[in-house]
């Protein structure tokens, strides 16, 4: 049961939005309602295509939000009805989310997380779907396994909670690390997903003939258990934010 503490306690929230679809790994193309988070603890990230998210400076336009009030919002835009909720960042393992997760539940909500994996909560256990997806080489990040491995710890037993890997490959170092990581991991289901170079307008053709170059590189390898993916809401959306 959700106490009255949980008024008091208050998550930073860079956006809540949907009604759309997912739009990358295993979910790709559920409906869900996005409850983005502010703050990150990879602040150098190369190619973070969320910095608004992300970064100090725009702190002033994120809103400290108490957990009725997130889920109130996440309630407005459902119509009420229960959804996928997709929290995301920024780093949403860096917020107080356990609360909003056992809310959401009592209303028959489901709650779905992507983070990468280099800071471990309790809560990841009350998930009912983890997408841990360590950054490679070209994001300039430096891959913490011990953390990783913690993460994978909170979850390993939690059979109601689907857990995955994703790697944003860029190029070939990128690819060679999915390699390491599924290496690590082989047991979990890995997701390879073609990285999106740009913040403003994208080259849809260019972006295309990267993911036909990643596909290649699979099938090359005969590495048949990967799932290979684009960024859909890239493909139709480009980086329009809220969408």
Known sequence: MVTTSVAKRTIAISEVFGITV????ALIGRPTVFVRTGGC?????????TLYAVLPEHKSQWHSMTTDQV?????RLSGDKPILVTLSGGNPAIQPLEDLIDLGHQHGYTFAIETQGSIAQPWFAKLDHLTLSPKPPSSK???????LDKCLDIVRLQQHCSTVLKVVVFDDADYAYAQEVHSRYPSIQMYLQVGNE???NVDLMKGLQKLEWLINK???DR???VVVLPQLHVLIWQNRRGK
Do not use: I, L, P
């Open 22 to 25: 997912q739009g990358e790994g």
């Open 41 to 49: 603890d990879y602040q150098h990230c190369s190619w973070c295509d």
């Open 71 to 75: 889920f109130a919002e996440v309630q």
């Open 141 to 147: 990040m430096k891959t913490n396994w011990h953390r």
């Open 198 to 200: 740009t913040v403003g």
């Open 218 to 220: 699979v099938t090359t």
């Open 223 to 225: 590495w048949n258990s």
